[in-house]
Nanobody
Framework: QVQLVESGGGLVQAGGSLRLFCAVA????????MAWFRQAPGKEREFAAC????????KYADSVKDRFTISRDNAKNTVYIQMDSLKPEETDVYYC????????????????????WGQGTQVTVSA
């Protein structure tokens, strides 16, 4: 059974930084494209960033480009997202997601393409 567990969320002031972690178990981690999404209450889940199986191909949402950095460590079965210059409107629950793919370079921003999800971690950005 594939399990994703996020951590690292919390309260931060506007302009501050947080680093989120997603530990993955129950699968061959390097078989999966990984992504981070976020969702505020009453809103649709929003794509933030994704990374291909090797870590060499990355895609960001325009809203986070140049402020967020996604990375992965296949030896530790973990994906990260470093979030800098956070804004109050980015107060959301952040989710890690995994998509099994045979395509080594695949990156995808559509939530329906992801097979497994974590429980989410709350990020609160105060003004």
């Amino acid at each position: 059974q594939v399990q994703l567990v996020e951590s690292g969320g919390g309260l931060v002031q506007a302009g501050g930084s947080l680093r989120l972690f997603c530990a993955v178990a129950g699968c061959t981690f390097s078989d999966y494209t990984m992504a981070w999404f976020r969702q505020a209450p009453g809103k649709e889940r929003e794509f933030a960033a994704c990374i291909n199986r090797s870590g060499g191909n990355i895609k960001y949402a325009d809203s986070v480009k140049d402020r967020f950095t996604i990375s992965r460590d296949n030896a530790k079965n973990t994906v990260y997202i470093q979030m800098d210059s956070l804004k109050p409107e980015e107060t959301d629950v952040y989710y890690c997601a995994a998509a099994r793919t045979a395509w080594w370079e695949r990156v995808v921003s559509i939530s329906d393409e992801y097979n497994y999800w974590g429980q989410g971690t709350q990020v609160t950005v105060s003004a």
